[in-house]
């Protein structure tokens, strides 16, 4: 399925961080991009930290929140060259799966 970079435009909120952690988990059949799930994260996260202080189920939002657009940049970091930057775009990586599952049983626990 190509894919096309899209602002997911979902409330902040921890349904909507569970929905997106479901359609990442899903992999190439998700109908967002992982860069843009995380894009989304990225922005929950400094919406969360705009709350402090937060209470536990904050944190633990927070937390996943931010947890998933620094593993995207060790992902990235770890995964490919410079070179293969340049021939793909960001919208074509997949994370994971495991990472997804992790992040959705630490929300169920």
Do not use: C, N
């Amino acid at each position: 399925m190509p894919w096309k970079q899209v602002t997911i435009e979902r409330p902040f909120e921890p349904e909507s961080l569970l929905e997106l952690l479901q359609e990442g988990a899903r992999g190439s059949l998700s109908r967002y991009t992982h860069f843009d799930i995380v894009d989304w994260s990225r922005r929950y996260a400094e919406d969360l930290q705009q709350q402090a202080p937060l209470d536990e189920e904050g944190l633990l939002l927070w937390r996943i929140a931010d947890d998933m657009a620094l593993r995207w940049e060790l992902h990235m970091a770890s995964t490919y060259t410079i070179d293969d930057m340049k021939r793909f775009s960001q919208v074509d990586i997949l994370l994971p799966k495991h990472y997804f599952l992790t992040w959705l049983a630490e929300l169920d626990a």
